[in-house]
């Protein structure tokens, strides 16, 4: 277990990283842009990353044949999924949350970039 002080430090790095992307694309375009952006940004940063991680899902003892894919794993620590949707759901949280379970982290980002400012569509969860 990580303590909190590392945990925000990676966090606010994280969220640097997406208020620089939104600023210089803004909202409007597709996830995959906001994707493809951060994780340009991660490495200018020099953010340990991994993108896309598959997250096996068992189920009776047998894993399933499709897993999850994490959109970002940062630092081994914080998961982060990005979102380009008019409001954050309580499914979009929900999913997170599963993540954070099947994984055991300790910390997730939920980002979704298609609002006015970044800090408008930024949820931080906990598990």
């Known amino acids: 277990m990580l303590p909190s002080k590392v945990l925000n430090l990676i966090s606010s790095r994280i969220i640097g990283c997406g208020i620089e992307v939104h600023r210089r694309l803004g909202p409007g375009l597709l996830e995959s842009v906001y994707d493809e952006a951060m994780s ?38 914080v998961i982060l999924e ?32 298609n609002v006015a400012t970044l800090k408008e569509g930024i949820r931080r969860m906990r598990c």
């Not at 020099?46 to 970002?72: G, H, N, T």
């Not at 979102?83 to 980002?111: D, F, I, N, R």
């Open 40 to 77: 340009l940004e991660f490495h200018y940063q020099k953010v340990s990353f991994k993108r896309q991680v598959a997250v096996p899902i068992r189920y009776r003892d047998q894993e399933l044949a499709v897993p999850l894919k994490l959109d970002f794993l940062i630092a081994d620590t």
């Open 82 to 113: 990005l979102k380009a949707v008019e409001m954050l759901l309580p499914v979009h949280q929900a999913q997170l949350l599963s993540y954070l379970k099947l994984t055991g982290k300790q910390l997730g980002l939920l980002m979704n970039f």
